[in-house]
């Protein structure tokens, strides 16, 4: 099966930071790359499919890109309701892998 | 608007079998792949099973491989997780996903979740 390794498993930050998440393959996945966001109690929800287009309805401010092995996902200024967790999750293998979760907490 | 709600979740005794439901509305469910996915505190999300949106075709996680089948009923708008000799290891919140399937690229990819019913193996 393919491995994801998300880093870093969590993060502190403010209101208007720019934060970054990496996702990384244990081997090749093209561009089969995507991430959702999941807050505490609720479902996950899709943010970015395909490395880096915006799945309908969802802020600007969010961004993916990457390919290969290596990806990331960017919230370019983070708001109060962007507190949660982000996991990536490859669609390359019919064995659907994810990451271990970035958890993003308010400093 | 779309929903997805699971039931069917609870506590079991190991060896047991447990049948979790979820029920779809807001889009045409025989047009569309479902998944079943758990997740856990110390394991995070996993994988389980995908069906095909006729029910032809079924693919399984080793870990559930012989002990769960999906399964699905179109005229009921209902996917459907069999889960049989159960274990600890099983102990998870389970999901249940629309695939987003607007392409064979787009295969794979989770575009709706339920938001879960638990599932506690314990003697």
């Known amino acids: 099966d393919i491995q994801m390794t998300q880093s870093p498993s969590s993060l502190s930050a403010s209101v208007g930071d720019r934060v970054t998440i990496t996702c990384r393959a244990s081997q090749s996945i093209s561009s089969y790359l995507n991430w959702y966001q999941q807050k505490p109690g609720e479902a996950p929800k899709l943010l970015i499919y395909a490395a880096s287009s915006l799945q309908s309805g969802v802020p600007s401010r969010f961004s993916g890109s990457g390919s290969g092995t290596d990806f990331t996902l960017t919230i370019s200024s983070l708001q109060p309701e962007d507190f949660a967790t982000y996991y990536c999750q490859q669609s390359y293998r019919t064995v659907l892998t994810f990451g271990g979760g970035t958890k993003v907490e308010i400093k | 608007q779309v929903h997805l709600v699971e039931s069917g979740g609870g506590v079991v005794q190991p060896g047991r079998s447990l049948r979790l439901s979820c029920a779809a509305s807001g889009f045409i469910f025989s047009r569309d792949d479902m998944h079943w996915v758990r997740q856990t505190q110390g394991k995070g999300l996993e994988w389980v099973a995908v069906?095909?949106?006729?029910?032809?075709?079924?693919k399984y996680a080793d870990s559930v491989k012989g002990r769960f089948t999906i399964s699905r009923d179109n005229s009921k708008n209902t996917l459907y997780l069999q889960m049989n000799s159960l274990t600890a290891e099983d102990t998870a919140f389970y999901h249940c996903?629309?695939?987003?399937?607007?392409?064979?690229?787009?295969?794979?990819?989770?575009?709706?979740w339920g938001q879960g019913t638990m599932v506690t193996v314990s003697s």
């Open positions: 069906i095909s949106s006729d029910g032809s075709d079924k």
């Open positions: 996903a629309k695939d987003f399937g607007f392409s064979v690229e787009l295969q794979g990819v989770f575009d709706i």
